[in-house]
């Protein structure tokens, strides 16, 4: 194999700013597109590369594959029908688009939801964070080529979903937080269930462990793999667990709690060689950190009482004019709505923060300079990007 | 990195020895019981009122008519449809139905080679789901609207019971809007209300605060907004789909909130009524009654010269002459009356047709005429002492009360009757009782027992909170009279009313008695029309219903092509259908006349 490094001084010439010189007549260069060719996680959107050889001097994000004009569209619909839209706009983490956009609403109606309610949001938000990282981690393996772990999360997963359907009739879309409160609370013999799943999950994130975390591939292709440097954290706007392995602690729920994060106990978890590898391990053990806060939930939570507040009918009702930010911690990081109201029944402007935005459009240009081809998808994933988000 | 980072993923291997996970059989497996899977619509319960249509932001519901459900008041006759290449299984439609008829079944597969199946119209095509008892259903304690309806504040019994103080407070506008934002507007009440009122339409500008667009809805059909919004039978209430969730919407006090905000120096303005051109034609009205004057106010919107010869001294008919100023202040009658009269309208009082003037000549002097004449004369029940002057009738007495004579209230009263007439001759006496003698001894009794009383409950509720006493269930035998003075009633058991095919025929118990003690007899049983002011030659021609009322076509034109005819003596007998015959026969009579 060439050690490509010990012929950096003749390949490429360097910017004064670091940055590659590109020459496409030398004929030494070639572009190419990656994606938007496959309808997962980090397909609908493609990159356009600039390589030498097997690596990536120059990187394009391009977005507008994936674009359905969701903000836009909230602003044709009734508050209340907002939220089978909004769910779509983060496919595999839909819960949080409910959250913010509940919130919001009842921020700007000045309505209180019941305790019950709050606690019913967290458990779903926790919850869909445990299968969105289940998710995310036969991704990140599969990228690398260790094709089964996706199979072994997937199956956990499932076990999840099948939590949700339990609680909300809805295994993708749950659709349960309602401006006012949830649709109800979790059904008899729930907490049984839940715990059977998630000594499940902990049985299979031990295998995963052994077979991942533990592997010479994995390891070799992900450390050192897109290096973020903590001063980029706060240039470009990194939050999730993309900032956590640099060694800085974001956390949405430590730093403006919201619901009941502030009755649960837990430590941010951080990392510190912000690779790759780094991030994966976060994320190894927010999975753990999850379910323990599932757990914490399954004790404290009430079974009984009000989960809904009085709302008016929902065909009129209209918002008093102004604008708040609702945020919280999703898989990828800080996740947000930006709602506008005009007093009218309908939204003036609903604007999301999805993290991916951040991380796949921008960050993404700069982390695959030099990075073998091979990589890129592997570094991608490293990200955590949802490119429905990104395009809402 | 070490050399255990090699061997170690090849633990993998040992999953090759454990069960599959993956379900063998997708198609069997059972969802959760929550599951939102496949509708069912029990459509028995549906009314039709499209809230699941209107909810779903996927436009998947289509309402469709469906063989075998007719349209029938409080039933659009119409089901929903839903495309199941738009649904998205939000279940919003389940959690909005009003009458909770539209749930989910957990069932999630369907196999189907025409795609065109996938559009289904849910509790109508035998699914396998159909009795599925899993699925999702709307949550218990859990709304998506306000069930119940805002209460009206209504003034003390302490402070109404010796005066004719109106009752009812009127809603303030948060009030209002608190309860216009119920209305679903689906349209059920419109076809029920008898003038077809514009109901979602000015509930929808109380909710909007715009009291002139609410204002220009009422008077589209009904130009007595003030009178309607305080004693309107409001049948549109009885069917209104929000009563399957909770409450009905209160629909006459909305229309009421509406007509007391608006100034009457503005309606001019709003209802761009100032420059009316007139033509040339004369039209006669006969009664100032809700008929006569809704006839009035739409001819004269169509520019006819319009008069309205009155037997008694002031306009409103029974609505100024039967019900009580505690229930209708005349003030408000004034109000409705003044406008329609500040369009050209003349009004000849103290004159009555077939007296003061013949009918024949009426039709000399003008181009069409309306009556619309009512129900003045009072039913007797004809029994023993019926005919003493201490015995009197319910209406008779209440023109005197409207007029300002003075009546000799007795100590000791009975009411002979159980509607609403009884209830407001019973309780106008008792206000006079107590304003004469310091107390209320009065009793209503009537043939039905409690639970078909005609009387509205309120009325009922009401009567009792003044102190009034009511016995059910008796029918009235002899009138006790001893000096030439009344003593009391006698009355028997009444056992039923109508007999099997729904024909009143009661059946009494002689053996059971009782007596009420009395020194005055209040008859209120009912009324009945006087059509003296007909010649016997027009007597002849005109053709009656099997029901004794006078026979019209849907245009309120009788057998006598210049004659039209509303109120009371046609249909009702209530206020609104009174109003929706003037403004029927308004345009039968244009459209008689431009075709002359
Ligand atoms: C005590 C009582 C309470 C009632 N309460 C309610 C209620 O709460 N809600 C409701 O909807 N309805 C109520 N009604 C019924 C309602 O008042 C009548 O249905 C309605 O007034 C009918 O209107 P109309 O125009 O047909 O007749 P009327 O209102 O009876 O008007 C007829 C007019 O014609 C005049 N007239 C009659 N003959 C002649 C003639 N020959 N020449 C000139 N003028 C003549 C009469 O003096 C009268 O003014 C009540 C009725 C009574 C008696
Ligand atoms: S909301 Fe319910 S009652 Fe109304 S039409 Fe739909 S299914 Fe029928
Ligand atoms: S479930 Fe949702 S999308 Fe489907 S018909 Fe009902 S409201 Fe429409
Ligand atoms: S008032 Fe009742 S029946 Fe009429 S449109 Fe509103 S909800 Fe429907």
């Given at each position: 194999?060439t050690d490509?490094?010990?012929?950096?001084?003749?390949?490429?010439?360097?910017n004064p700013?670091g940055?590659?010189?590109?020459?496409?007549?030398s004929?030494?260069?070639?572009?190419?597109w990656q994606g938007?060719n496959?309808?997962?996680?980090?397909?609908?959107?493609?990159?356009?590369?600039?390589?030498?050889g097997?690596?990536?001097?120059?990187?394009?994000?391009?977005?507008g594959?994936?674009?359905?004009?969701?903000?836009?569209?909230m602003?044709?619909?009734?508050?209340?029908?907002?939220?089978?839209?909004?769910?779509?706009?983060?496919?595999?983490?839909p819960d949080?688009?409910e959250y913010c956009?509940?919130?919001?609403?009842?921020?700007?109606?000045?309505?209180?939801?019941?305790?019950a309610?709050?606690?019913m949001?967290?458990?779903?938000?926790?919850?869909s964070r445990?299968?969105?990282f289940?998710?995310?981690i036969?991704?990140q393996?599969?990228?690398?080529?260790?094709?089964?772990?996706?199979?072994?999360?997937?199956y956990?997963r499932?076990?999840?979903?099948?939590?949700?359907?339990?609680?909300t009739?809805?295994?993708?879309?749950h659709?349960?937080?309602?401006?006012g409160?949830?649709?109800?609370?979790?059904?008899?013999?729930?907490?049984?269930r839940?715990e059977e799943?998630l000594?499940?999950?902990?049985?299979?994130m031990?295998d995963?462990?052994t077979t991942?975390?533990?592997?010479?591939?994995?390891?070799?292709?992900?450390i050192?793999?897109?290096y973020?440097d903590?001063?980029?954290?706060?240039?470009?706007?990194?939050?999730g667990p993309?900032?956590?392995?640099a060694?800085?602690p974001?956390?949405v729920?430590?730093?403006y709690?919201?619901?009941?994060?502030?009755?649960?106990?837990?430590?941010?978890i951080t990392g510190?060689?912000?690779d790759?590898?780094?991030r994966?391990d976060?994320?190894?053990?927010e999975?753990?950190?999850?379910?323990?806060?599932i757990?914490?939930?399954?004790?404290?939570?009430p079974?009984?009482?009000d989960?809904?507040?009085?709302v008016p009918?929902?065909?009129?009702?209209k918002?008093?004019k102004g604008?708040?930010?609702?945020?919280a911690?999703?898989?990828r990081?800080?996740?947000?709505?930006h709602?506008?109201?005009?007093g009218?029944?309908?939204?003036?402007?609903?604007?999301?923060?999805?993290?991916?935005?951040?991380?796949?459009?921008?960050?993404m240009?700069k982390?695959?300079?030099?990075?073998?081809i091979?990589?890129?998808?592997g570094?991608?994933?490293s990200l955590?990007t949802?490119p429905?988000?990104?395009?809402? | 990195?070490?050399f255990?980072d090699?061997?170690k993923?090849?633990?993998?291997w040992k999953?090759?020895a454990?069960?599959?996970?993956s379900?063998?059989?997708?198609l069997?497996?059972q969802?959760?019981?929550?599951?939102?899977?496949f509708?069912?619509?029990?459509?028995e319960?549906?009314i039709?009122?499209?809230?699941?249509?209107?909810?779903?932001?996927?436009?998947?519901?289509?309402m469709?008519?469906?063989?075998?459900?007719e349209t029938?008041?409080?039933?659009s006759?119409?089901?929903?449809?839903?495309?199941y290449?738009?649904?998205?299984?939000?279940?919003?439609?389940?959690?909005?139905?009003?009458?909770?008829?539209?749930t989910?079944s957990?069932?999630?597969?369907w196999?189907?080679?025409?795609a065109?199946?996938?559009?289904?119209?849910p509790?109508a095509?035998?699914?396998?789901?159909?009795n599925?008892?899993?699925?999702y259903k709307?949550p218990?304690?859990?709304?998506?609207n306000n069930?119940?309806?805002v209460e009206?504040?209504?003034?003390e019994?302490?402070q109404?019971d010796?005066s004719?103080l109106?009752?009812?407070k009127g809603?303030?506008?948060?009030?209002a809007?608190?309860?216009?934002?119920?209305?679903i507007?689906?349209g059920?009440c419109?076809?029920?209300?008898p003038?077809?009122?514009?109901?979602?339409?000015?509930i929808?500008?109380?909710?909007?605060d715009?009291?002139e667009?609410?204002?220009?809805?009422?008077?589209e059909t009904?130009?007595?907004p003030e009178?309607?919004?305080?004693?309107?039978t409001?049948?549109c209430?009885?069917?209104?789909a929000?009563?399957?969730?909770?409450?009905?919407?209160?629909?006459?006090?909305l229309?009421?909130?509406i007509a007391?905000?608006?100034p009457a120096?503005?309606?001019?303005?709003?209802l761009?009524?100032?420059?009316?051109?007139?033509?040339?034609?004369?039209?006669?009205?006969?009664?100032?009654?809700?008929?006569?004057?809704?006839?009035a106010?739409y001819l004269?919107l169509?520019?006819?010269?319009?008069k309205?010869?009155?037997?008694?001294s002031g306009?409103g008919?029974?609505?100024?002459y039967g019900?009580?100023?505690?229930?209708?202040?005349?003030?408000?009658?004034?109000?409705?009356?003044?406008?329609?009269?500040?369009l050209?309208?003349?009004f000849?009082?103290n004159?009555?047709?077939?007296?003061?003037i013949?009918?024949?000549k009426?039709?000399?002097?003008?181009?069409?005429?309306?009556?619309?004449?009512?129900?003045h004369?009072?039913?007797?029940?004809?029994?023993?002492?019926s005919?003493?002057e201490?015995?009197?009738?319910?209406v008779?007495?209440?023109r005197?009360?409207?007029?300002?004579?003075?009546?000799?209230?007795?100590?000791?009263i009975?009411?002979i009757?159980?509607?609403n007439?009884a209830?407001?001759?019973?309780?106008?006496?008792?206000r006079l009782?107590?304003q004469?003698?310091?107390?209320?001894?009065?009793i209503?009794?009537s043939?039905?027992?409690?639970?078909?009383?005609?009387?509205?409950?309120?009325e009922?509720?009401?009567?009792r909170?003044?102190?009034?006493?009511?016995?059910p269930?008796w029918?009235?035998?002899?009138?006790?009279?001893?000096?030439?003075?009344?003593?009391?009633?006698?009355?028997i058991?009444?056992l039923?009313?109508?007999?099997e095919?729904?024909?009143?025929?009661?059946?009494?118990d002689?053996?059971?008695?009782?007596?009420?003690?009395?020194?005055?007899?209040?008859?209120?049983?009912?009324?009945?029309?006087?059509?003296?002011y007909?010649?016997?030659e027009?007597?002849?021609?005109?053709?009656?219903?099997?029901r004794?009322?006078?026979?019209?076509?849907n245009?309120?034109?009788?057998?006598?092509?210049?004659?039209?005819v509303?109120?009371?003596?046609?249909?009702?007998?209530?206020?609104?259908?009174a109003i929706?015959?003037?403004?029927?026969?308004?345009?039968g009579?244009d459209n008689?006349?431009?075709?002359k």
């Open positions: 194999m490509i490094n010990k012929h950096r001084d003749k390949f490429p010439q360097k700013d940055t590659n010189i590109i020459d496409l007549k004929g030494k260069f070639i572009k190419v938007p496959h309808p997962g996680i980090t397909g609908n959107m493609s990159l356009e590369l600039t390589i030498q097997d690596e990536i001097m120059e990187c394009k994000t391009h977005v594959y994936l674009h359905r004009g969701f903000e836009k569209l602003e044709r619909r009734r508050f209340i029908q907002c939220l089978p839209i909004c769910v779509r706009i983060a496919v595999p983490e949080f688009n956009l509940t919130s919001t609403v009842e921020e700007l109606a000045g309505l209180k939801i019941p305790d309610a709050k606690w949001r967290t458990l779903l938000l926790e919850m445990l299968q969105s289940l998710m995310w036969g991704g393996a599969g990228a690398f080529g260790l094709g089964i772990i996706g199979q072994w999360s997937n956990v499932d076990l999840v979903l099948d939590r949700f359907e339990e609680i009739g809805g295994r993708i879309y659709m349960h937080m309602i401006p409160g949830v649709r109800g609370l979790t059904p008899d013999g729930f907490e049984k839940m799943t000594q499940e999950i902990e049985k299979v031990k995963i462990e991942m975390f533990n592997n010479s591939i994995f390891k070799k292709r992900s050192g793999l897109g973020i903590p001063s980029m954290v706060f240039e470009y706007g990194v939050t993309n900032a956590r392995a060694g800085i974001k956390d729920r430590k730093d709690p919201y619901l009941k994060y502030n009755e649960l106990d837990f430590d941010v510190k060689n912000s790759a590898f780094t994966a976060i994320r190894r053990k999975i753990h950190l999850s379910i323990d806060l757990r914490q939930m399954m004790v404290k939570m079974k009984s009482g989960y809904m507040a009085k009918n929902v065909l009129h009702w918002i008093p604008e708040t930010y609702v945020r911690e999703c898989t990081g800080e996740f947000g709505y709602t506008v109201t005009d009218s029944g309908y939204p003036r402007r609903i604007n999301v923060r999805g993290p991916s935005y951040t991380h796949a459009v921008a960050l240009e982390l695959a300079i030099d990075v073998n091979a990589d890129t998808a570094l991608m994933v955590h949802y429905p988000e990104i395009e809402r | 990195m070490s255990k090699v061997l993923p090849f633990t993998a999953n090759l454990i069960e599959p996970v379900i063998k059989k997708p069997e497996r969802a959760a019981p929550r599951y939102r899977g509708h069912k619509n029990n459509l319960k549906c039709g009122c499209g809230t699941c249509e209107e909810i779903c932001q996927n436009a998947a519901i289509d469709v008519p469906l063989d075998g459900i029938k008041e409080g039933d006759g119409l089901r929903p449809m839903i495309d290449g738009r649904c998205c299984w939000c279940a919003l439609c389940v959690d909005v139905c009003t009458t909770n008829s539209l989910m957990n069932h999630f597969t196999v189907d080679t025409n065109d199946n996938f559009r289904f119209i509790g095509e035998n699914k396998p789901w159909d599925e008892e899993l699925g709307k218990e304690n859990y709304e998506l069930p119940y309806r009206m504040v209504e003034i019994p302490e109404r010796k004719f109106e009752i009812v809603f303030s506008k948060e009030q809007i608190k309860e216009a934002d119920r209305c507007e689906c059920l419109i076809a029920t209300c003038a077809h009122m514009g109901i979602p339409a000015y929808a500008a109380v909710r909007n715009d009291m667009e609410g204002l220009r809805v009422l008077y009904n130009p007595l009178i309607c919004g305080r004693v309107c409001h049948k209430e009885s069917v209104c929000m009563q399957h969730k909770g409450d009905a919407l209160s629909i006459r006090w229309k009421r909130y007391d905000q608006v120096e503005k309606y001019k303005e709003i761009e009524t100032e420059n009316i051109k007139k033509n040339d034609k004369k039209i006669a009205i006969i009664g100032a009654g809700p008929a006569g004057l809704s006839a106010y004269a169509l520019g006819y010269n319009v309205i010869f009155e037997a008694l306009p008919g029974m609505t100024r019900i009580p100023e505690y229930r209708l202040p005349y003030d408000q009658i004034d109000k409705d009356v003044d406008y329609i009269k500040s050209g309208v003349e000849q009082f004159t009555r047709i077939g007296k003061d013949t009918l024949d009426l039709h000399e002097d003008f181009d069409a005429v309306f009556a619309g004449t009512g129900l004369l009072g039913r007797s029940t004809r029994i023993d002492g005919n003493h201490k015995c009197y009738q319910a008779d007495l209440l005197d009360v409207a007029d300002g004579k003075s009546i000799n209230v007795e100590k000791k009975v009411v009757g159980g509607g007439v209830m407001d001759i019973a309780r106008t006496l008792a009782q107590n004469k003698y310091g107390k209320v001894q009065l209503i009794t043939l039905e027992s409690e639970d078909i009383m005609p009387a509205d409950l309120e009922i509720v009401e009567s909170e003044e102190k009034i006493i009511i016995e269930a029918g009235p035998k002899k009138i006790k009279i001893e000096d030439g003075k009344i003593k009391g009633l006698h009355v058991k009444c039923s009313v109508f007999d095919e729904g024909r009143f025929n009661p059946k009494f002689e053996n059971k008695k009782e007596f009420f003690e009395a020194d005055m007899v209040v008859e209120a049983i009912g009324q009945g029309m006087d059509l003296s007909f010649s016997e027009m007597q002849s021609r005109l053709e009656m219903t099997d004794h009322k006078v026979k019209v076509d245009n309120c034109q009788s057998s006598i092509p210049w004659l039209f509303g109120g009371d003596i046609v249909a009702g007998p209530d206020v609104i259908s929706a015959d003037g403004h029927r026969a308004a345009r009579i008689f006349l431009s075709q």
